[in-house]
């Protein structure tokens, strides 16, 4: 676990990258606090491309991210906005060790800022964030409300309409028997978007339960 020191270290390292970023008369050398950490990032990857095991893996990252994050707060609170490969990765990592709140806080400044995915990725930021937690809160309803969070934070943000479907989808049917009404705004809201999105039968019954008509029964969707 890091010191104070070396968390304070690591903060004033990415405030000052940031500083150096924004004037365009310093050189850079080589040795600026992302140079190092990249080089750390670096063997570490290697070790965790070692590992066969995926849930090892996960473990592994869980464990080296909080010894990434002063940097990652530094840069989050310097707002300089450039790419920084430690900053996504780290959102990554948060996102394979399940620390919701972390990938939440990473990619609020990631998405803002429209930092690049690393290569490999085929989607942007805002689009593998929801979906990500879309697949993780069908699974696990604990993470329903970092889903909704990750909505509103991409909401301006331009997708995929099955993706964002996709997580209203997942938001409505967890509500269907305590909010009816809610779970019929976000489905009908989902169905507009795509009507492909499986979301047929629910709506059928939820119009039902509210007594509210179909306005569009003629619909192909039977899912």
Do not use: C
Not at 7 to 20: G, K
Not at 136 to 151: G, Y
Not at 175 to 202: C, F, I, M, Q, S
């Amino acid at each position: 676990m890091a010191t104070p020191a070396q968390i304070a270290r690591a903060r004033s390292l990415a405030r000052m990258d940031a500083a150096r970023a924004a004037d365009a008369s310093v050189a850079p050398t080589g040795t600026s606090g992302l140079d190092v950490m990249l080089r750390r990032l670096k063997a570490d990857l290697d070790r965790i491309r070692a590992v066969k095991s995926m849930a090892t893996r996960g473990e592994m990252k869980a464990e080296l991210l909080p010894g990434y994050m002063p940097y990652v707060d530094g840069v989050i609170d310097a707002d300089s906005g450039r790419q920084d490969a430690i900053v996504v990765q780290m959102m990554i990592w948060a996102r394979d060790a399940q620390s919701w709140p972390v990938v939440l806080r990473i990619a609020g400044y990631v998405v803002r800022h429209g930092l690049a995915m690393p290569d490999g990725f085929d989607r942007d930021a805002a689009t593998w964030l929801v979906e990500e937690l879309a697949n993780a809160a069908a699974d696990d309803p604990a993470v329903l409300p970092h889903l909704d969070t990750a909505l509103t934070l991409t909401a301006d943000h331009d997708m995929h309409d099955p993706v964002r479907a996709k997580a209203l989808k997942v938001l409505g049917l967890a509500v269907e028997d305590t909010d009816p009404a809610l779970a019929l705004d976000r489905l009908e809201r989902a169905y507009a978007l795509d009507r492909g999105a499986g979301v047929k039968k629910a709506l059928d019954r939820l119009r039902k339960t509210l007594s509210v008509p179909d306005p569009d029964p003629g619909s192909a969707d039977t899912a």
